[in-house]
């Protein structure tokens, strides 16, 4: 059993502390908070011990009636591994921590690259980060170019990506943030996201442009792929079918929106209506000539919560098939192969 | 085991059946669905028995790999009780069929109160049900007005309540419905909540205005309720504190609007995060001399769920007494005393 | 000719300079700006004198090619008044500076009413500015119940006035300002503009409660009043409709929302689409018994212009009598008297 | 004189008879409206003869006490050529009885190509349209991707353009359209636009993708053009900047998002804020070896209004020169050259 320790509990904090329980060869040591708000309490009602970063925090946590199992030291002490899902750049400072506890840790895809030995989606290059010390689950967006370039280029040697990345401007409990009423395009030429891909790729002929929208549930990404050669639309289809974490919305069935693929996620009974598989829509599928259009949606919440457990797996060389890891993740998780 | 049948399977509909699923003294026996959609696949997903509205349906749900059982008319001849949870208005043309198939039926607050012979919320009027034929479950933003105001009554004498209803504009998944930038009032004055909230507590003083806002997720309510003579800001707290299928946020723990009360319900790990409970919000309750003031959230898609297994009972007078339904149907449901 | 100086150049700023632009009594010095932004290179576009905080800002803005006339103090020693349009609070630091020039100066709603001698309306209160040094104007969801509890005050006696205000979240260029998809109830109850309006109308039984929503074009405001007796609903129309800086929508005539009422000001020709007036929405007005609802809209960018105009007019006693100063602000803005 | 009749008083409608009225070489004979709403006292308001579709349609406009001039009948009599704004198909439709009446005829981009003699934007094809009898003009996004790629192949050869259009659900004014909180991918690929800016440009070597978010103000194209030749970004800036009816934002002036374009429109003085310019964002202009990304707003409601102007020139050959219709359209309605 793997002692995991997640540092942060919020968006994506807590869903990797709920997919460890999950596991049957990883034991959740408990997770780190620093305000005394209702997802402490949340820890608490289900019974996920609560470290804090500071002595005088657990007065301050205990005086609202939250209880608290010990300091983040303490947590680090006990731990294996720590999963840091710190906000954005945070992790950075942490490391030392955790440095100083000589420790191994996942950190997310806020960070640097640099920060950790690899950058790491499982169905890419799960091997890489087989013993490592410190690996990098990239972010939502790259996880999901990652997955998706990965297997098309399985099949069809890839001359050139061009993709425009349409992204949700909050977590749904984000009310602060805007835009309300606009649209507000990212300045930074290539978006980061296609860099960032290519610390899991490699080298590829990619570049992406981001905009803002206001919605709060899912990104889009719409990719326009050209090959070196003719590639026939039915071959794309089947070979993004296979794979895993990657679903294919059918046709004609009312999924015509990031909304709709919400609803399913619901439906499906999904925890918090996390959907972990990138969907892509069917009817968005279009080849021509040596070109594929396609777009697909991502929830930005739930997306990189397996990459996280099977880099744990790796870390440990709990397995050295990737397939053994992600099918036991998928399991655990009721990740779909097939809608 | 109460057989039951439910006519939709939409945003109520589905929610009905899968309460209807966790009670151990009902049986579905399946539900209906008009479109060949990705609701229609759940439906198949999860073993519940589909049933279209003609011969010539099955074969266009079977044309899309979707399996069906049989017509609305087998189904009914095999249910005990049919819940109608056809779109506003339709329940009116549906009554004609349970009417020759001699069916007891629940409608949805969409249709007039005279389609039933009770207008129902379970806290309220249970008994008013027991043995009914008809029973018309009320809307939402009515249940929730229901819920509160009848607490209240039983705590001091009111003289008059004004309430001003803040609506979503859509549900998550209807994404042609707007507006997206902009508040619509609504030109009946007042709004039909008022008048319908009678139906289930009896001749009250109360006045209701509406405005529909862009936002998809929970309805608010703001209330202004005046008493006969002064009451106690704390009595007010207790006995909504104590009252089922109410809760009361803790202060102070950053529960501060509709999102935040919806990200709880994800946390709380309900099936589609659905808030069964008023939400009121703990800040925004306040007591100056004989007047309070309040506002409380209410989650259009599931509120009215535990009050359909409920009115069920009712009919079926499974139990006389409110109390032993409603306890029943909250642990099934995981609905909460307090936070 | 009273020599205005704007300290601002944002939401209310570029308003109420341009607005000053269009009097015949009255000429701009200038207005100050503190970021070297677009808004900037309107004021040099339009030919307005541009002010910034230090010598060193004068280099910041030049080198991005915006030509700036003097600093701050160069302006206020230019001018007989200074209209302080600085954000939220900063206005209180500002009049130490305006005291030091011996500088007459009116401030905006953001500022608590203890900074001026008045705080303002022109309809209500035009009279108790009169030769005043420091005036507030109030704030926009303030000057808007100023404006219509005052006429309802002209035909009948009110007992208690309730309101809840569905306040737009953002202007329309905030876009780092959300919810996206919540409602944000506002937890100080009553909400501080009923306490406001007092400053103006004095005291008056009134309580609000007020909500945020994800638009950006108006607020909307519903409010409840009861009176000592029966009143008539022509009599209440005709008075709201005889009223200055009032207007009520026709009725059926599509004017259903904030965003028609938007569409219309843009249609009118109005500069910037302002909309100065409180727009009532004729079919949501009901008088029942002794009780009126109605509901109205705010253009939260526009409303308090013509308020500004007015304070100045009546701090240099250009004219004693109100009705003569609002004519003239009111037809120099193109204000109406009715649709 | 050319005299104008402009069949429609919606968006688009408007606009044209709007601009029609400011220019010294045409007169409007009026407008058409179909529904007695608030746009309707506008016209009257603003002395804009009005007309109906038929003899009942008067009674029922001056029972509301809107005054008419007379049927399309009276107003096809009189006028030299007619500009249909009818909705979206109805165009097809109208045709008919603009041929009853042998009057020439502008279409908007919402009917096929097929329905005139040319598709038109002024700067690329005004001489096509030269004495013709029937002319299209193009829909607001393929007159912006006109605009745009006509520039651009001024000064270097293009191999491929890809272009993702994320464009604004619903117009301002049109509080039933959603979606609220969703990105809805169009499932027609490649979209409609690429094959529609070639019935302007030519047969170019285009695709593009749409996706739908919940804003009315602007649509943003992002597009990826591919160049047979290196470019240098100084030359295309440059290019751009000196073209017509496109303008490019200037860099660090906060001009960040489509919010913040609608609101330099408003502080530019415009008419409804209208934004006749592609504004192309400075920051987000970058060209890779053969390669160039930028991304610019479009203005749905006015971008085509200037064309329409155009096109009745050409149409009557008032000039046979594009840049002399240009020029005066431009300065008749403000259109700048820079920012």
Redesign the interface.
Known sequence: MIKVFVNGFGTIG?RIAAAVLKQDDMSLVGVAKK?????A??AN??GIPLYVFSEKDIEVFEE?GIKVKGTIDDALKECDIVVDAAPKKVGMENKKIYEKFDRKAIFQGGEKASIADVSFTAQVNYRAALGKKYVRVVSCNTTALARIINEIMRIAKIKRI?G?L?R???D????????????????S??SHHAKDVKTVLGDINI?T?A?V????????H?L?VEFENNVNEGDIISSLEDARRIII??S?????????I???A????R???DMYEVVI?R????V?DK?L?L?Y?VHQEAIVVPENIDAIRAMFEVYKEPEKSIEKTDKSLGILRR?
């Open positions: 807590k305000k005394p708000d209702f997802k309490c949340i009602k289900f609202k061009r425009t349409v949700r401007a909050a749904p409990w984000e009310v602060k943030k805007g835009p309300i009423n606009a649209i507000v395009p990212a300045f030429v290539p570049s442009y905009v929208v206001p919605t709060t549930i899912m990104h889009m719409v326009n919305t059918p004609d069935m009312g999924l015509d929106s990031t909304a709709t919400m609803e399913l619901r439906d499906l009974g925890e918090r209506n829509f009817e968005g599928i279009k021509i070109e259009w777009s949606a809608l």
